[in-house]
């Protein structure tokens, strides 16, 4: 059981390149969320998704894009990449059969670096 | 989503007790209230989490008065291991949106 997991680790982009994040977990949860957590900062929800096939704006979704095909991966794109999102980026899920049972397991983070 | 409010840092010494306070004013009927715990370079790992009254773990307990508008995480004898930032969230239980604060930084001295 491996839980949550992040790919890459690490990146480092030039300005106006794209890439994708791929977040997996292995707990047959229905909630996923994309997090960026920036120096010294709380973690900021980028986007999230309550099943696959449906995701939704968190609290700073402008210059990402999301996708859920699949209940077990929740994929982050950025378009072009700017330098304002360097930062680490956390994918988490959540199980929510049961009510307040809110408890979210995160993955280890990918660092991104745009330059 | 109910914006929570918690004290930047906190120091203590090995062996205390810690008491962490998360102000939560616009906490609504049906959210709940979950502590993270963040060390450098990983992702936050679930303490607690509580809707009213008192919660405890084989690691905290959680005080939420019945007003419900603020809560206080209780660590008992802490430990140098226990160095780490810690969240407090306040989210409806399955409403998938949550947003974390900037979290308390907690040094533990020897």
């Known amino acids: 059981n491996a839980g949550v997991t992040q790919t890459p680790k690490f990146r480092v982009l030039k300005t106006g390149q794209s890439m994708t994040l791929l977040c997996a977990q292995d707990m047959n949860h229905e909630y996923m969320y994309w997090y960026r957590q920036d120096p010294g900062m709380g973690l900021r929800l980028i986007h999230y998704s309550v099943g696959e096939g449906t995701t939704a704006k968190g609290e700073v979704p402008d210059g990402y894009n999301v996708s859920r095909l699949k209940k077990q991966n929740f994929l982050l794109g950025l378009e072009s990449a700017a330098p304002s999102q360097t930062s680490v980026y956390f994918c988490?899920?959540?199980?929510?059969?049961?009510?307040?049972?809110?408890?979210?397991?995160f993955g280890p983070g990918t660092r991104l670096t745009v330059t | 989503l109910a914006k929570t409010t918690q004290p930047i840092s906190m120091d203590s010494y090995e062996g205390q007790e810690v008491n962490i306070t998360c102000s939560h004013n616009?906490?609504?009927?049906?959210?709940?209230i979950t502590w993270y715990q963040q060390f450098p370079s990983q992702g936050p790992r679930f303490i607690i989490q509580g809707y009213k009254t008192k919660v405890t773990n084989e690691v905290a307990s959680l005080f939420i008065p019945a007003d419900r508008k603020s809560s206080t995480l209780s660590l008992p004898r802490v430990s140098l291991s226990d160095t780490a930032v810690y969240y407090c969230?306040?989210?409806?239980?399955?409403?998938?949106?949550?947003?974390f604060g900037d979290g308390t930084t907690l040094t533990v001295k020897p």
């Open positions: 988490a899920s959540s199980y929510p059969g049961l009510v307040g049972s809110y408890e979210q397991y």
């Open positions: 969230l306040v989210a409806k239980g399955n409403a998938g949106k949550s947003t």
């Open positions: 616009n906490i609504a009927t049906n959210d709940y």
